[in-house]
DNA sequence: CGGAAGTCGTTAAAGATTTCACATACTTCA
DNA sequence: TGAAGTATGTGAAATCTTTAACGACTTCCG
């Protein structure tokens, strides 16, 4: 059951969902087969590092050929545990949380969003995006097993919220609030920051200035 | 003027913004001086790393004592160019969107979003965030010589919509699309893909198990 | 069938980033 | 003033990631 694959770079695995993501595509556009160039121009990922990330797995592909679509795409199902839906809460319900659970997550994705907290009474009990409210006062009884939450709170309130989430046992977070939160180091956080990644961007704009022969890349 | 900063390994460029707001906060709270160590727990970034950081600037602490928050901030705040406000346009008025234009990115923050665009006759001349929202038909028209965007737009526009902001003489693009758009060499776009980032958490917890002796870490 | 073209999987090199570890120099305090 | 303590800045090592290059095997087509 568990195959050998717990060296695989990070960095690799990182890319892994956008290649399922991708196959997808290509699969429900009826291709069969795909090169490693075709999908270095679409995800925009140089064509070794394709092939370098995908022979992780071993030999997914036929030489002179290519890969096979569907075997591809059924391979990364399995590796990204694409049948077993992981369930997910969100915490904080505004303008951002609102875009989370309006986003079809399930479509392309193992991930669902089945429970969501507030603080705000207005919007106690109604439904986002298919999702009901709850107040954040039942986060513990109402989180069950719940694993993993995105949080879009107030960056005032990430601290506080997430030492209630690691205590109701989450094991990982979302954090999109600027604050750096804490925990414990069995419990698994990533960061998205929004405010500096338009930072980033605009220093990378002035200080990184891209030739003609650039490639534009990612993050 | 152009001082010799221009090989300041990128990794290190992505965390200056960071660095830079954690300073801010100090500085609000009347701190004077800051060690490597204290900065590290809290941006959850290594000591080393910071140190080395810094370093790449020049000599900015001092042995024995740390870094002077007033003049590193001061320091940080001529290399992210802080004085100059950087206008931004943002495309797309859905709900992460308007997150967007409801975040005060000025404070602390050398952006402002200056305009909005969106295809939804019902959105066009309101104001959200403060910001008012034009027609996408007008976006070569008003969009002056603003020349970062922000999109948030349906992953089917995407494209479209890129091509005519590069057109319109864009130079950097944070795309939150799905889409993996295509765009001259000269013009940077960051993607950031909410669906992947989450997977990919999902991913690193099922298949990177923390141990109590790891430190979370990010991204 | 046979040769040309195509594409993988991989070795090795290059490049980037992080981390260690410590000499050095400053601060503090008696 | 001097000793003890502190924290930087950096050389060197370790680690991680990307990229180049090419042998080997397939497919394709005449």
């Not at 059951?1 to 993501?21: G, N, S, V, W």
């Not at 669902?112 to 603080?119: G, L, N, R, T, V």
């Not at 107030?154 to 094991?171: E, F, H, N, T, Y």
């Amino acid at each position: 059951m568990d195959i050998e694959q717990t060296k695989i770079p990070q960095a690799t695995a990182k890319r892994l969902p956008l290649y399922y993501r991708f196959l997808n595509n290509l699969h429900t556009q009826g291709k069969l087969r795909v090169s490693s160039k075709e999908l270095s121009d679409a995800v925009k990922v140089d064509s070794a590092t394709i092939r370098r990330d995908f022979s992780y797995f071993g030999a997914l592909g036929k030489k002179g050929y290519g890969y096979n679509v569907e075997y591809l795409l059924s391979f990364f199902r399995k590796t990204l545990d694409q049948d077993e839906t992981t369930r997910v809460a969100l915490i904080g319900v505004g303008n951002l949380g609102t875009a989370f659970l309006n986003y079809n997550f399930t479509k392309n994705n193992n991930t669902k969003i089945e429970i969501a907290f507030d603080a705000n009474e207005e919007r106690i009990g109604s439904e986002v995006g298919g999702v009901g409210v709850e107040h954040i006062d039942d986060l513990e009884e109402k989180l069950g097993d719940i694993s993993v939450a995105i949080l879009t709170v107030p960056s005032s309130a990430a601290q506080g919220i997430a030492d209630r989430l690691v205590k109701a046992g989450i094991s990982g977070i979302l954090n999109f609030t600027p604050a750096r939160i804490s925990v414990p180091s069995n419990v698994r956080v990533h960061h998205i920051d929004l405010a500096i990644e338009l930072q980033a961007l605009v220093y990378f704009l002035k200080h990184y200035p891209l030739n003609e022969d650039d490639v534009e890349e990612d993050q």
